[in-house]
């Protein structure tokens, strides 16, 4: 029964160096996609920064994969969210927008 415990440990141990692997190569990526993305990115944080009323207590992030660009952050009203998420659409090679950004108004 013992016999069979380092033999189950050491499968789960491959698994996640390969899992872990893979995500340093995402990380690192330099291929088009992914150099497509970064630019992305930059335009819409790029964007954004021109709108001062977008900046909240907790500021919106941007992440693009694949040309989706995930906002997430806070703002202060509905009209700062809906803009943020339109302002982003008007990037480059902006395929779609998820829009996380949360609204404090009461």
Do not use: W
Not at 2 to 7: D, E, G, K, T, W
Not at 12 to 39: E, F, I, M, W
Not at 48 to 54: I, K
């Amino acid at each position: 029964m013992f016999r069979s415990l380092p033999v189950s440990i050491s499968v789960p141990s491959a698994l996640l160096t390969v899992a872990l692997s893979g995500c340093a190569t995402y990380r690192d990526c330099g291929t088009p996609a992914c150099t497509g993305d970064q630019k992305i990115t930059s335009e819409v944080e790029r964007r954004l920064d021109e709108y001062p009323a977008l900046a909240g207590a907790i500021p919106i992030t941007v992440q693009t994969k694949d040309g989706i660009v995930y906002l997430n952050g806070q703002v202060a009203t509905d009209l700062e969210r809906y803009t943020a998420e339109s302002v982003s659409l008007k990037a480059t090679g902006v395929a779609m927008v998820v829009n996380g950004i949360a609204v404090t108004e009461k």
